[in-house]
């Protein structure tokens, strides 16, 4: 039975000690307590604390007083109340378990010390519960015991996150969760699970973080750890409400707080109740945020809970200043930040929202101050993130707090500064790999003069920055910055989705005159087109949905409908400091090309292209056999690819199946030649090889990649070509079609060839399809392809 317990079969391990109490009936027997403090531990793991206290409540017979039943008792009892908040007498508990077993039965010392650090993490004292768990992981490892191993590893990595080792914590997670599916470790893998997803959480991936939550939580259900179970339900609720999911958060939080009064557990009620009264914050419902709130205040000090206790004080603020109670406010949040206790999140939140409370005041130089400390903080926590997919999400959970930066400073007629800040959330991982340095990546960022990159570009740079209450465009020529006010987010984006899906339709948007194309290009371009001649460059820096749409595609309604395309060649950027420096940026010496496709299908799901030999026919031609390297059929693998030293090449292009991870963008990847295991050339890894091609193109399904995370923008193949060091990168927003394909590339080509600049030559080659009078003219087939400009 206790072997069931360890691999997580609560419900069979407590049938079993039920049956066997049921057959040693007698409280004189060593057996009736050994199966009592069994069922006690069980219980205690289904966080049925009080059951297991009460069950544990007779003193045992003097003949088992200094017995490892007596350990296990004191160390049962000693976890229920840990749970129940109750955190002297838990360490009294464990006092006394531990006297005992150093005396008498040191092999259960490991697990005393698991237990002491889970109370220490309670208390919110993360050092020393990570001191008890590296004691434990040291005595599990000694005795070879893993099962504790397991756990050991798993509540290290909890502790890494709370106290910022992000990185760290995964690589705990992921060791633990190994060594627990090898022994057959369920309730320990699931809790590891769990915990990896709030790792994610924290770092601002919500999407995978809530799908490892719904893995945590249904085998959680499964296996009868109804306690568990409650505390991803909260989790899930959590990353619904960052993924905006409100209804969904809310349902699941109510949900959560009935299971938690039903198993009495003060602590997960006070989750739901600040939870809850954060979402009826936001929905205006003032007195029911109150409500929950308070209840919740009084959870936490009445358990000492002293990390609770700054949460609710962060909500308790933003009630008090709804309700115009600006000096309690001010106390409050002023109280959580200068709490040695508080995370950096909590900081950063509490930063900014005083400094919400000093503009509600008309207290600008103040607001401004903790604005921008809001900001540092969140950048001081960032740089502790080494992991470059780590690095990629972190500013999914603080984006908002830059939002709000950004309405200050135009509301205060600071455009230009405004921009500097939106520029500081963009692209940070790219460009710190491309070399450019943290320190020059702070407000008010070195040498920051858009308008000289204007003019060296020849180009007018539309810099657009959505949000939930406004959206701005800024819009850069090499004379002047202006800004113009868009309609929120949630305008904007039901219409991008809206017409990409036209888009990728069986009709051509322009004979239909879509409404949705007409509207956004009267949002997104109109306020700027008096600053737009015709035959202009424009360079479109995103956000968001934004990053998803094609501007070439825009309707214009005037003198007749047409695409945007026809007025203008449209570049795609990621960042204006990247754009920057460019003017630095090393090319490859020769024009020479690296030319990767027709390749052997690996498998069922990736078939050979029918036309893949006809398209680098096509585009060989442009280039002197000397100036070209072919990598076709079995030669076309991934190894072959760095073996080539692609960072020679001016020109690089693959016709080849391409899949885009949504989930793990790093994970996106051309799909090449299989040797061995081996045939996907993974984003992750291009990164690692520098380029200095003028231009790469992924002639393939999905290449600009899926993922969209606030800041970096598009993350896939392009991004990581980019992030290699490629100065342009042609790629496809969704699936390509492979007949149009072969003939938009030749014209490309020889558009290059003649001298013409690849974003033009891209418009040529696109022009041509549109004004051919076949059905190429669809944007169907021109319009997923975009060209993205590096550094």
Not at 645 to 652: D, E, I, L, R, T
């Amino acid at each position: 039975m206790w072997l069931q317990l360890e691999r997580g079969d609560t419900v069979a391990a407590l049938a079993g000690a039920n049956a066997a109490l049921q057959a040693v009936p007698s409280p004189d027997s060593e057996w009736y307590w050994r199966f009592t403090v069994l069922k006690a531990e069980i219980l205690q793991q289904q966080r049925l604390n009080n059951e297991a206290l009460a069950l544990l409540q007779p003193e045992l017979p003097a003949s088992l007083a200094s017995s490892d039943v007596a350990v296990w008792r004191k160390t049962t009892q000693g976890a229920a109340s840990s749970f129940q908040q109750r955190f002297t007498d838990a360490g009294r508990f464990f006092d006394e378990a531990e006297a005992l077993a150093r005396s008498n039965h040191s092999e259960l010392l490991g697990a005393i010390a698991l237990r002491k650090g889970t109370l220490s993490f309670l208390r919110g004292d993360f050092l020393a519960a990570q001191s008890e768990y590296r004691s434990a992981l040291l005595i599990a490892r000694q005795q070879k015991d893993q099962f504790l191993e397991a756990a050991s590893l798993g509540s290290l990595g909890l502790v890494s996150v709370r106290i910022g080792y992000y990185d760290e914590s995964i690589d705990r997670y992921r060791e633990a969760l190994t060594l627990s599916q090898s022994v057959g470790a369920q309730g320990s893998a699931t809790r590891i699970q769990g915990n990896m997803g709030f790792s994610y959480f924290v770092m601002g991936d919500f999407e995978r973080a809530l799908a490892l939550y719904q893995q945590a939580e249904q085998a959680s259900q499964q296996s009868g750890l109804a306690g568990d179970q409650l505390h991803w339900l909260i989790n899930i609720g959590n990353a619904d409400y960052e993924l905006h999911n409100y209804a969904a958060a809310e349902k699941i939080w109510e949900q959560a707080l009935e299971l938690a009064r039903s198993q009495d557990n003060k602590r997960e009620m006070t989750r739901c109740l600040n939870n809850l009264s954060q979402v009826s914050l936001d929905a205006g419902r003032i007195d029911v945020a109150q409500r929950y709130n308070m209840e919740a205040a009084g959870l936490e000090h009445a358990a000492h809970d002293q990390i609770g206790t700054l949460y609710s004080a962060v909500t308790a603020g933003r009630i008090e200043a709804a309700h115009q109670q600006y000096g309690a406010a001010q106390n409050l949040f002023k109280q959580v930040i200068q709490d040695p206790a508080a995370d950096a999140s909590l900081r950063w939140e509490a930063q900014a929202r005083l400094g919400q409370l000093f503009r509600e005041e008309g207290q600008a130089a103040a607001a401004d101050r903790q604005f921008l400390q809001s900001i540092r903080t969140i950048e001081h926590a960032r740089d502790s993130v080494m992991r470059e997919e780590f690095r990629l999400s972190f500013l999914s959970a603080a984006i908002e707090f830059y939002d709000e930066y950004v309405d200050f400073l135009i509301s205060r007629g600071r455009s230009a500064e405004a921009l500097q800040v939106a520029e500081l959330s963009r692209a940070r991982t790219m460009a710190e790999g491309l070399g450019i340095k943290s320190s020059a990546l702070s407000f008010p960022l070195k040498g920051f003069q858009p308008t000289q990159t204007a003019r060296r570009m020849n180009s007018v740079l539309l810099s657009y920055w959505l949000g939930p209450h406004h959206s701005y465009l800024w819009v850069v020529t090499p004379g002047k910055i202006s800004s113009f006010a868009l309609p929120p987010a949630s305008v904007i984006d039901p219409l991008v989705q809206s017409y990409r899906k036209a888009l990728v339709g069986p009709r051509d948007a322009l004979e239909i005159k879509n409404a949705d194309g007409k509207r956004l290009y009267e949002i997104l371009v109109v306020p700027a087109k008096d600053l737009i001649p015709k035959g202009s460059r424009v360079v479109i820096l995103p956000d968001n949905s934004l990053y998803g749409l094609n501007f070439e595609a825009l309707l214009v309604p005037a003198p007749q409908t047409h695409y945007w395309i026809e007025d203008v060649t449209v570049t795609t950027a990621n960042s204006l400091v990247l754009l920057a420096a460019a003017t630095s940026a090393s090319t490859a010496q020769s024009k020479n090309l690296l030319l990767i496709g027709n390749t052997l299908a690996p498998n069922a799901e990736f078939p050979s292209l029918p036309q893949a030999a006809v398209e680098m026919s096509r585009i060989k031609k442009y280039f002197s056999i000397s100036n070209q390297t072919i990598l076709s059929g079995d030669k076309a693998t991934p190894t072959a690819y760095f073996e080539s030293k692609p960072g020679q090449f001016s020109y690089v292009h693959f016709v080849a199946h391409g899949t885009a991870s949504r989930t793990t963008p790093l994970d996106s990847a051309v799909v090449l030649t299989k040797v061995g295991d081996s045939y996907k050339l993974y984003a992750r890894d291009i990164i690692k090889e520098p380029l200095r091609a003028d231009l790469v193109t992924i002639s393939a399904c999905r290449g600009a990649g899926e993922r969209t995370y606030s800041g970096e923008g598009l993350v896939g193949l392009t991004w990581a070509f980019l992030r290699a060091g490629a100065h342009s990168v042609i790629a496809a927003l969704w699936e390509v079609s492979d007949n149009s394909t072969p003939q938009l590339m030749d014209q490309l080509y020889s558009e290059i060839s003649r001298g013409t600049p690849p974003d033009a030559a891209l418009r040529d080659a696109k022009l041509s399809l549109i004004h051919s009078g076949t059905v190429y003219r669809k944007p169907f087939y021109w319009a997923p392809f975009q060209i993205y400009r590096g550094s």
